[in-house]
């Protein structure tokens, strides 16, 4: 299997050298060149293990990697769940599931795919002997998870940007105590997409990024798409067989990364009824699929942090789609994006299996309070934004992004309830180390530049 670029001027990549540069050289995301249908494969898969099910399902694009060593290598990236079941499925009625994505080290959904990808770094700088830089921006849990995944990993330096003063407290602790050498957290000010955008300069810069080897760890990062579509199609197949096709998996959203891996798997196969993008306040996404246009506001904070984003990156690869495939024209309305902050789609029928939702913050509050006197059940603000307008579905699963500890302020003043979880205080005692720097492009580079040790 190859990988191409959706603006079309980059050379067809195996997944490995895809996975190592991250964002494609001419500006684009990797896509798989082709989707296959594995309609009557997933059927073979229920009863699985998750690890099972990932490899399987890996084993159609990472192509160039053996049997062997990619099972032990997608093994070993799920020995730190803390529920066996890796991705547990919760019926809080018979109409409404969660599925449960915070059981990874560091408590948010980000964890299945980044455990691998960090793995995926260390195999190829064993093959290759040289030193990758990881570089990322993060609006909370892209972080914590990233570093999470590559501490330990031998041959990588790790450096994330994240707006500073706009994420948890226990977010930031999660990046900066972990006490190793190769990771460098850079508070910048402003928010995430300009963060975003200057890292986007930086990989622009082609002399910088092959000297530095570069690699980008954002959720643009094929490895991690590919990664996310599995917990879908894992949860699709306990769900009764009756109930497939009618289901709706609900998805609270920001770079649209997640949905994305849904409805990716949905396009090889897994037959339901649609997806659900749930935002909060900073609604890009919902404007998009109730108008067909895409325009570019502010981002404001809310409490679901992780989601304070209006420009969703991996948006590029479902317009892809939406294209038919033609990467020169997703070039020209990229182009036409960057130039004037709007675009419209306007053959709208392959957002059909899309719906739509926002939450404001007090909306918000409302709910996990409401989902806790309901069902017992305690949800994170992310979470929340999923429980809007569900009457319409036969059926849906909500995908729970992150552990509600994470966010014990939110969460207590809803429902009164302290949310302790023990990984997280042993990080009240540790020392922070994070490194404050101006945002722009050419601080950041010189930045890395004066982090490489010279042999
Ligand atoms: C990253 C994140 C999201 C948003 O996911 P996208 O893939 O960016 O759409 C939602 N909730 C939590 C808790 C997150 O960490």
Known sequence: MQFL???????????????????????????????????????????????KVCYRFFRRFATEIEDGELESLIANAYTEFDDAKLAPLIELDDRISVLELFHGPTLAFKDYAL?????????????????????????????????????????????????????????????????????????????????????????????????????????????????????????????????????????????????????????????VAGFRVATNQNDILNRFFNTGEYSVGMATRSLAPSMDIQVASNFERFLYYALGGDGNRVRKVMEEFKSTGIFKVDDQSIIKSMSSSRMTDEEILDTIKAVYQKYGYVCDPHTACAFKELDEFEHCVILATAHPAKFPETVLEATGQETIQSSLEALKSREIVKYPLHGDANTIKAFIESKQITP
């Open 5 to 51: 670029s959706t603006r079309a001027e980059t050379e067809p990549h195996n997944f490995s050298e895809a996975v190592k540069i991250g964002l494609a050289p001419d500006g684009g995301l990797f896509v798989p060149s082709e989707l296959p249908d594995l309609t009557d494969e997933f059927h073979t898969w229920a009863g699985e293990s998750y690890a």
């Open 115 to 271: 455990q691998l990808l960090g793995r995926l770094y260390e195999r190829q700088v064993a093959i290759t002997g040289d030193t990758i830089n990881v570089l990322g921006a993060t609006s909370g849990d892209t972080g914590a998870a990233a570093i999470n995944g590559l501490i330990g990993r031998s041959g990588v330096n790790i450096f994330i940007l994240y707006p500073d003063g706009r994420i948890s407290s226990l977010q930031e602790r999660q990046m900066t105590c972990t006490g190793e050498s190769n990771v460098f957290p850079i508070a910048v000010e402003g928010s995430f997409d300009d963060a975003q955008r200057e890292l986007k300069v930086v990989f622009g810069d082609r002399e910088f990024s092959e000297r530095i080897k570069l690699s980008a760890v954002n959720s643009i990062n094929l490895a991690r798409i590919l990664a996310q579509c599995v917990y879908y199609i894992y949860a699709w197949l306990k769900i009764g067989e009756s109930r497939r096709e009618k289901t709706t998996f609900v998805v609270p959203t920001g770079n649209f990364g997640n949905v994305l891996a849904g409805w990716l798997a949905y396009r090889m196969g897994m037959k």
